[in-house]
């Protein structure tokens, strides 16, 4: 089931088959920010995730943005497991990869979550190789389509 998730903004956000592909359009806002940690409770396939990113179109990412990202907020649960989010990321430029690298540190250092970030050529690769790996974790019994 194909689901839009509202970010703000121009980014877009859908949810389709325990994957997460987002576009970001313009400036990462702190509401945009709290939405997408929303998103991310709404989409939970269990304690591995995977989201696709388009990153060719976005602006800046405001200091109170990477801070909402990176810093355990409240409602958001706690596991002693550790949970992994497979992310594909496409369209980066050297300074978008620097602040996505420090915003994940940032949230590994704060909590038990690990990323495992590889970066595609394309929206359309980064899609294939979420598919694919969601697809992975399913066989094997470790993500849950939610509902």
Known sequence: M???IEIGGAHQAVFEDGVVE???VGDMLAPHASN???CSLECSTGNHSVWCADVSKLGSFTAE???IMSVP???MPRSTETSHTYLYVSGASIKTKAVLTLVMAATQLL???RYHTEYCDSPEAARSR???KMKELLAA???KLPG
Request: glycine share 16%.
């Open 2 to 4: 194909k689901r839009v």
């Open 22 to 24: 987002i576009t970001y």
């Open 130 to 132: 979420g598919h694919a």
């Open 65 to 67: 943005a990477r801070k």
């Open 36 to 38: 997408l940690l929303r």
């Open 111 to 113: 909590g038990s979550i």
């Open 73 to 75: 907020t409240e409602g």
């Open 141 to 143: 019994g470790l993500a």
